[in-house]
């Protein structure tokens, strides 16, 4: 199974600590069967500095450059950004939304919700990661009337978005869409819910977790998500799965287990580790965890992974009875 927002975020933070190249962090995140929308965002491609925008605008820069402060010229910047959204090549609008979410200027905010409307799918996808970027809750209203795109793969984008910016104006809309006909929408719509964190979103993910003609991955989705839900409903379902050894749950839901250290639950999260062995994450995870058994379930499971061809685990944050109630 491929990794989830939080796993691959998790993964590539280790891999930069230990001065992984992005190129190869690009890499990993492939093997390990991230999508491209999730490479870009987590491990976007570096261009050279002659991109198609700034080849168009660079004697206008030039001349600016001669007149105004150093402050000025980053606003310039920003404003060129913006007159390329109106580009006529698609591509170039692209690369100028990806440059504006990553600029952090407040000014970008309403010509980027202008550039949800743009008739390429390429640019709305890209705008929609852009105010994902930016943070700013302008872009939670204009988002959410995306949310009916054309374009699954720009449904999935905009439900991530707002599950990153974190409004609780999201959960309705994000819930309403937990059955669209598309399969990696409805992934990108649990993933969503565990993003926002709403203790609200707990009985959907639940329904969609136990929902048994639901599709298995959209399941798994559901419960990871549901295990950083911290609500009573989420405490009440999951030991519940615990006490019934439902594994595949208990996989998918590891860290909350591990957060709560519960005593005797060791066997089970090492049952599920062995039934999930290809889960590396959760490998990595027990492996520096603090508990003596799951470190060295984890350890040995590390030891025939994909780690062995690239570089070893990094420290995980995750840790024994951290959050014992």
């Known amino acids: 199974m491929s990794l989830n927002w939080q796993e691959a975020a998790d993964l590539v933070a280790r891999l930069r600590r230990q001065g992984t190249e992005n190129s190869e962090i690009r890499t990993v995140l492939r093997q390990a069967g991230c999508s491209d929308v999730k490479i870009e965002r987590l491990a976007p491609m570096r261009h ?82 852009a105010l994902w970027e930016l943070g700013d809750k302008r872009a939670v209203e204009p988002l959410i009337e995306v949310l009916n795109d054309a374009e699954p793969g720009v449904r999935w984008t905009v439900a991530l978005a707002l599950g990153g910016l974190g ?14 006909r598309d399969r990696d929408m409805r992934i990108g719509v649990v993933e969503a819910l565990g993003l926002l964190g709403d203790p609200r979103a707990a009985e959907p993910l639940i329904a969609a977790m136990d929902d048994k003609n639901e599709d298995e991955l959209v399941r798994w989705r559901a419960a990871v998500s549901l295990g950083g839900i911290d609500s009573p409903r989420t405490t009440e379902r999951l030991l519940k799965a615990l006490r019934n050894r439902e594994l595949h749950i208990i ?12 005593e005797g639950a060791e066997s089970i999260l090492i049952d599920a580790l062995h039934k999930y062995h290809r889960n590396l994450i959760m490998a990595d995870a027990f492996s520096t965890c603090g508990n003596e058994q799951l470190e060295e379930a984890g350890k040995d499971s590390l030891e025939r992974g994909i780690w062995a061809y690239f570089h070893p685990p990094g420290r995980s944050q995750l840790r024994w009875g951290s959050d014992k109630r």
């Open 48 to 129: 050279g500095w002659v991109s198609p925008m700034r080849k168009k605008w660079f004697w206008v820069l030039i001349v600016l450059v001669g007149l105004i402060t150093l402050a000025e010229v980053f606003d310039a910047l920003v404003l060129l950004r913006i007159v390329a959204l109106q580009d006529e090549n698609v591509f170039v609008r692209a690369n100028a939304a990806r440059a504006l979410g990553r600029s952090g200027n407040a000014r970008a905010v309403e010509p980027l919700i202008e550039a949800l409307k743009d008739k390429e799918k390429l640019v709305r996808l890209d705008v929609a990661l």
């Open 167 to 180: 409004d609780p104006r999201a959960l309705e809309p994000l819930v309403a869409r937990m059955h669209d």
């Open 251 to 262: 996989g998918a839901a590891y860290r909350f287990f591990i957060r709560r250290g519960i």
